[in-house]
């Protein structure tokens, strides 16, 4: 996996966020990015939270994450 395909994978996430306005789990990020490796989607949650685009909060037991 390459820089290139980590950063569009970020930013597919980010896109769904900005979408849905809203927090949401893991297993739904993944659920809504089908094609999307589960590796290369915690890779991509970290490059967001790293940058400080991401914010990870725990809401009714779950870890969910939101635009900062």
């Given at each position: 996996m390459t820089n290139k395909e980590?950063?569009?994978t970020a930013g597919c996430v980010w896109r769904l966020l900005d979408e849905k306005k809203g927090n949401l789990t893991?297993?739904?990020i993944?659920?809504?990015l089908k094609k999307v490796?589960?590796?290369e989607l915690?890779?991509?949650i970290g490059w967001l939270c790293r940058e400080d685009k991401?914010?990870?909060c725990v809401?009714?037991?779950k870890e969910t994450f939101?635009?900062?």
């Open positions: 980590i950063g569009e893991f297993d739904q993944k659920k809504e490796k589960k590796e915690y890779i991509a991401l914010e990870c809401k009714d037991e939101c635009l900062k």
